[in-house]
């Protein structure tokens, strides 16, 4: 049987039976809950903090009670767990009530009483880099003399001498908004004290991030910590740096108190200070010849990070790797900058600064093609990068690129050439093509550096076979996946192998859940342990087998300066959108939806239909109606009613395909899928719009309202 071919998901049964247990079903003696007191102000000097006498069984935790250092140990420690001096968000955590009664708990924290010296707060990227509020009014910088968390230059070939020589020089901005996750389970964590140990579990996506946070909040050894994960209903990156900023704090209160404490968000509080994907504000400069052709192109990308830095630095560089998107530019600068801002700070998001990057560029290529006067999806194509060419980091595409093949195919299921032809002078129907990839794994040696990811497998006495690894199942597939990978090297049955959510005191620390690396990553490590496993197999007894990771041969990469290979391979993908806008309402229907990808291998066949369906529709929801607002720093959007997401009523049904195009250091030959799945929908449904309008879009979401906007500032 190919490792393609469907089986029936290991976590479905439970699932759609509604057993499976959450962290919000679990039974605790003795349980209390814990509620945040969060500043009420976007930025300001704490001067003092009142809070009302607590009854007996209720208890406050603070930073007084931070045994270790005081910050979110995220890439940087500039997050306090608790504020002390300042606040720079509305939202902010200054301290924790702990207590057996919400109710109790809900009126407590309503009596709490802050006062602040406020300083004017700066909200937006331009008010940042003007250091000057919406009222013009200049206030000191929230980060350094600058607001920036960072500053990126690369660049390829000789741009200055391109342009000299340019016939045209194109100039366009294209802007994208923040983005909700809207899983569906809200933020959850349970701790209590076990043995001398902390130990939490709960709703997440990477349980060695949370530990890491604990010990350092804690100023504990590695043992004194432990972390298992629940059941987690759904992620998208919001659980990879949330559990982070929640079970730092909750880590201190357990170590505290020595009693159980659970906390889960209701759906206003997970929208109204849970992090959102980054906004952008990206622009290109781009020479062209007599012809049309592309010369060299700059591009400068902004992203806002908000309050403090999380991994917004990170975001950032993926931005900007992908910021030439799938095309060969052979001369090109490439700007990035990351601002401090007074809002919610920014986060992981499925794509990972990618689909930010990726919807401009192919805005800007559909504003190439149009003056050109070529269809969108033909210009791409000449334009394609191939194996061998240099990319934005100065190393060499080293990837077999069938992306050729994948837009003859799409073009056979969707019709699009003929559309894109026919659409041209129709008043309403449109459709738009995009083109994309996606690096899978850490940037650079960020594996190899960093990560350093090990797996692990165990064949007990009677022979039974377990899965050690620190990666997560949040709806993806990973338990089932993971079996199949392993069983497929040992010829087992998967259904005889074992499988467990991850408890950091039993598995090895394989990495985060993110990035596009569990299958392709730690999918191989699992394989080439099955292999040893395979190999050692008569020995008698319990065995144990375990795979590091190493760099795949030929890559280079320079962290200093950015250079060299970004990542060890790309997942590919075209999509297409059709849609029929309403001249009088701007309202937009999609009336067709297609997908072509290269994933290496699908593990799974309905596995991966499942995460191009779901990623297809959170990506149209990105580009069509998830509206999110900043009005005097709180999201003016913060429950399910005005944060509109796509129904099953918005959206026909995705036809896709995947192409086998093997990568040799995934497990039988797979690649990342997760986050490319996402990253096409929002420029093809732009782009759609794009072709039925005749006009340029380069702001999303494209609700009604935008669309009107845009049409009557050209007028």
């Known amino acids: ?426 008043p309403t129907l449109g459709i738009g093509i995009s083109f994309f990839n996606h690096g899978c794994g850490f940037t650079g040696d960020g594996e190899q550096r960093l990560i350093k990811a090990r797996a692990k497998l165990r064949r007990d006495e009677k022979g039974r076979v377990e899965i050690l690894t620190a990666n997560v199942e949040m709806g993806q597939g990973l338990l089932t996946t993971f079996r199949k990978i392993v069983a497929e090297v040992l010829e087992i049955p998967p259904e005889t192998i074992i499988h467990a959510n991850p408890d950091t005191n039993r598995v090895p620390n394989s990495g985060p859940t993110a990035a596009s690396r569990s299958v392709m990553i730690v999918g191989y490590l699992l394989q080439e342990a099955a292999k040893e496993l395979k190999a050692r197999w008569a020995e008698p007894g319990a065995i144990e087998a375990e795979s590091h990771y190493t760099m795949p041969p030929g890559l280079t990469w320079n962290q200093e300066t950015m250079e060299g290979d970004c990542y060890p391979s790309y997942g590919w993908g075209i999509n297409v959108v059709e849609v029929e806008v309403d001249p009088e309402t701007c309202e937009v229907e999609t009336r067709g939806i297609w997908a072509v990808y290269d994933v290496g291998v699908a593990i799974d066949n309905a596995i991966m239909e499942g995460q191009i369906e779901g990623g297809m529709i959170q990506g149209l929801g990105y580009g069509s109606l998830e509206k999110m607002e900043v009005k005097d720093g709180k999201f003016h959007q913060n429950t399910m009613a005005d944060y509109t997401i796509p129904t099953s009523l918005d959206f026909p049904t995705t036809v896709s395909e995947t192409m086998d195009n093997p990568f040799e250091y995934g497990p039988s030959g797979a690649k990342g899928a997760g986050e490319l799945v996402f990253d096409g929908a929002a420029p093809a449904f732009s782009g759609a719009v794009e072709n039925a309008l005749g006009r340029a879009m380069p702001r999303i979401p494209l609700t009604p309202e935008i669309i009107l906007e845009v049409l009557e500032n050209e007028n």
Request: charged share 25%; glycine share 8%.
């Open 1 to 426: 049987m190919k490792i393609s071919q469907s089986i029936t998901r290991f976590d479905a049964r439970e699932k759609g039976t509604g057993e499976t247990r959450y962290v919000a079903d679990l039974e605790v003696d003795g349980l209390n809950y814990g509620r945040f007191y969060r500043s009420p102000y976007p930025r300001g000097i704490i001067r003092e903090v009142k809070v009302p006498p607590l009854p007996e069984g209720y208890h406050m935790v603070d930073h007084r009670d931070v045994p270790g250092e005081n910050c979110i140990a995220m890439i940087n420690k500039d997050w306090p767990a608790f504020a002390v001096d300042e606040v720079r968000y509305i939202g902010q955590i200054i301290l924790l009530l702990v207590g057996p009664d919400r109710e109790v708990l809900d009126s407590l924290i309503n009596r709490i009483e802050m006062a602040l010296e406020e300083v004017p707060a700066l909200y937006t990227m331009e008010e940042a880099e003007a250091g000057r509020s919406a009222e013009g009014v200049k206030v000191p910088p929230i980060l350094g003399d600058t607001n920036l968390y960072a500053d990126y230059h690369l660049s390829i070939g000789d741009t200055a001498s391109a342009f000299a020589r340019a016939a045209r020089v194109v100039e366009q901005t294209c802007q994208t908004g923040f983005q909700e996750h809207i899983y569906m389970e809200t933020q959850g964590l349970l701790g209590w004290w076990e043995e001398g140990q902390v130990a939490i579990t709960g709703s997440m996506q990477c349980p060695y991030y949370v530990k890491h946070a604990a010990q350092v909040a804690l100023g504990c050894a590695e043992e004194a910590v432990r972390i298992t994960q629940a059941p987690t209903g759904g992620g998208f990156g919001g659980k990879e740096d949330y559990p982070e900023i929640m079970g730092a704090p909750l880590a201190v209160a357990v170590n505290k108190l020595k009693i159980p404490i659970r906390m889960v968000f209701d759906r206003v509080e997970d929208i109204s200070f849970t992090s959102k994907r980054h906004p952008a504000k990206i622009s290109f400069r781009t020479a062209l010849d007599e012809t049309g052709e592309i010369l060299a192109m700059e591009v400068d990308t902004q992203l806002n990070g908000g309050a403090y830095e999380s991994y917004s630095c990170i975001v950032l560089q993926r931005a900007i790797f992908h910021a030439l998107g799938v095309y060969c530019i052979p001369h090109a600068t490439v700007r990035g900058r990351a601002w401090a801002t007074n809002t919610v700070p920014s986060g992981a998001f499925r794509g990972f600064g990618a689909p930010q990057a990726l919807y401009a560029i192919e805005t800007h290529m559909n504003e190439l093609a149009r003056l050109k006067g070529e269809i969108p999806g033909d210009f791409k194509k000449r334009c394609l990068i191939k194996t061998g060419d240099p990319t934005i980091t100065r190393g060499f595409m080293k990837d077999k690129i069938i992306m050729p093949a994948m837009y003859d195919r799409i073009d056979q299921i969707s019709g699009y050439r003929r559309k894109a032809e026919a659409y041209k002078n129709h």
